[in-house]
Structures are given as C-alpha cells and as structure tokens.
C-alpha cells in the first residue's frame, strides 16, 4: 500500500522525479502590481532627506513666506475673536513690519521668487517645486479678495458672515500649508499641499 502510494505520488509530482527534459523545481516569486512603486523604509527616507543640501532647504522654506504674509489679512477676524492667538506671530512681527513698510513688496517678492528661482535651471528641482507651489498659492489666496472686491458683501448681513467665515478658513488654511511646508523643507522632505502640488507640478 505505501509502495503504490509513493508511484502515485512520483507520477502526479514530475518536481519530484526529474526527467531529462523537466525543469527543476523553483519557489515563485510574487510580482509587483503594475502602477505601483515600492515604498522605501523609514530609515531609508530619512537617509534621502539627510541627503538635501542645507541651501536648498532654507530657500525653499524662505519660499512659504510669501503667501503667509500675504494671507494674513484673511486672519483679522480671528485674531479678534481669540487675541491669544496673535502672540504665536511675535517672533514673525519684525519680519512682517519690513515687509509691509516696503512699497510693492508683495509684487516685487513674487517675481523675484517666480522669475529668479522657479524659471532659474542653476536651482536643483527641489527649491523649484517648491517655489512654484508656493508662487501658485499665493496666486489662489488673491482670488477671494478679487471677488470680494466684485461683489461687496458689505458690513452686515448674511455677505458679511460668509465673508467672515470664508477668511477665517483661508487664513486657518494658509497658517496650516505654512507650518506643514516649512517642517518638511527643515527636513529636508517635499511638501505636497492640497490642490496646489498637481498645479505646481505641472508648470515646471
């Protein structure tokens, strides 16, 4: 019985009894599904963030502060309603009171960002995303003043509340992407922000 259970088992498993002409039996691999790449370890994402030079992330950090400044004014009203929150900026005032007191700074910062690092091929791909993303939300953060200015919402009333609201959530917003961009630049990481990296990314 156990004589006829091993030729049936040598029969049906051809691994098992080699011939001239059978391969030999070799474990399988699982291949990797396609459209997907393999996600490096943490100590190996770290080993690449140490590998970006000290430059590249200062200026890209440096980048972010145009439209933080810029979207400060969308945060009147919070800090009216909480004055606490308005000590978080002390350490940024007197950046923030030379950048106000220069005539045009906001225009001549933009160009100067866009012109002199974005479209500049000296700067590594790194600094220019970054540049770029935060060119392009700065751009975003000017177009609820221009409908601001169209529709005149006033200082009462149901306009004047969806006003109120609408710069309470771009300036909660624009303080988010600012403390999110500058902690990855630092770390030397690209920061991908919400309906601004794809934009980015497509005008480099």
């Given at each position: 019985m156990a004589a006829a259970a091993s030729t049936l088992l040598l029969r049906f498993s051809p691994h098992l009894h080699p011939t001239p002409f059978s391969k030999p039996f070799l474990p399988l691999r699982?291949?990797?599904?396609?459209?997907?790449?393999?996600?490096?370890?943490?100590?190996?994402?770290?080993?690449?963030?140490?590998l970006t030079p000290a430059t590249d992330r200062l200026i890209s950090a440096a980048s972010y502060a145009?439209?933080?400044?810029?979207?400060l004014q969308y945060g009147r009203f919070v800090f009216l309603a909480y004055p606490r929150l308005s000590l978080l900026l002390e350490p940024l005032l007197p950046v923030v009171s030379l950048y106000r007191s220069l005539p045009y700074a906001s225009f001549v910062a933009f160009f100067a960002l866009y012109l002199g690092v974005v479209r500049n091929p000296s700067?590594?791909?790194?600094?220019?995303?970054?540049?770029?993303?935060?060119?392009?939300?700065?751009?975003?953060?000017v177009l609820?003043?221009?409908?601001?200015?169209?529709?005149?919402?006033?200082r009462a009333g149901i306009g004047f509340q969806v006003m109120?609201?609408?710069?309470?959530?771009?300036?909660?917003?624009?303080?988010?992407?600012?403390v999110y961009s500058l902690?990855?630049?630092v770390l030397g990481r690209t920061p991908y922000l919400p309906f601004v990296a794809d934009a980015a990314g497509r005008q480099l």
């Amino acid at each position: 019985m156990a004589a006829a259970a091993s030729t049936l088992l040598l029969r049906f498993s051809p691994h098992l009894h080699p011939t001239p002409f059978s391969k030999p039996f070799l474990p399988l691999r699982p291949r990797p599904l396609p459209g997907r790449t393999t996600t490096l370890p943490s100590s190996s994402s770290a080993v690449c963030a140490a590998l970006t030079p000290a430059t590249d992330r200062l200026i890209s950090a440096a980048s972010y502060a145009l439209p933080f400044f810029n979207s400060l004014q969308y945060g009147r009203f919070v800090f009216l309603a909480y004055p606490r929150l308005s000590l978080l900026l002390e350490p940024l005032l007197p950046v923030v009171s030379l950048y106000r007191s220069l005539p045009y700074a906001s225009f001549v910062a933009f160009f100067a960002l866009y012109l002199g690092v974005v479209r500049n091929p000296s700067f590594s791909h790194y600094v220019r995303f970054n540049a770029m993303q935060a060119v392009t939300l700065d751009v975003l953060l000017v177009l609820p003043l221009l409908l601001q200015r169209i529709f005149s919402p006033g200082r009462a009333g149901i306009g004047f509340q969806v006003m109120v609201w609408g710069h309470n959530l771009l300036f909660v917003f624009s303080a988010l992407c600012f403390v999110y961009s500058l902690g990855s630049c630092v770390l030397g990481r690209t920061p991908y922000l919400p309906f601004v990296a794809d934009a980015a990314g497509r005008q480099l």
